[in-house]
């Protein structure tokens, strides 16, 4: 469904069936000339129905491939950190009662996982624990890790779908691990630049070890 934000477009939010009680917010950010859909529609397969899938829209690309096929980028991290933090008031507004998003799990492909570490860098006590798909792993420099660990950050998921994205990440996760961050890196068949299908799966697999020993 789609959710109004004030002061930006519309979100995408898949909703948990069956809920009867609170269930946790996972943020779900796409990458360059991509859709909220689709990341909506992957990550409601990897989670099932134990949560509320937020996909911030951002801005369309002017060479989208036609009216009816617009497609979005982020303009610049802090202006995804302002948008996600308006997406999040109105889904508590939406749907009161059923949204626990005192800790929503952060998930990013691509240029939603680079703008992410930037993010969470600024604000680790709002997003302690990430899954960064494809993407983010140069931007793990010594000072965004050590802010992170002091602001209360405590996991990063690495999935990478190709051979330079799990060196790459191998390299990030050797910094956070210094700084005291938990990491896992999972690297999945070799299918391009991509976040569903095998990625998606290997995803799946290793998100249980993100969540583990929280009180979320």
Known sequence: MRLEVEGHGDAVVSLPRGADGKRRVVIA???????PEWQCEVWRGIVGDSAFILCPRGVPRPDSPAADDIRFTYSSNQELERETDAALAALRERFAGYVDDEAPLYT???????MGVSIAARAPS???????????????????????????????LFVCSQAYCANDARRAAARL?????????VRGPDVGHRYDGPTAAETKKALPWVLESSTR
């Open 177 to 185: 691990d210094k700084a005291g961050i938990a990491t896992r890196v």
């Open 29 to 35: 950010t796409h990458g360059n000339y991509d859709r």
């Open 108 to 114: 990013g492909f691509s240029l939603g996982a680079i």
């Open 126 to 156: 709002r997003h302690r624990r990430l899954v960064l798909i494809e993407g983010g792993h140069d931007k793990w420099t010594q000072e965004t890790a050590r802010a992170f660990a002091a602001g209360g950050g405590e996991r990063v």
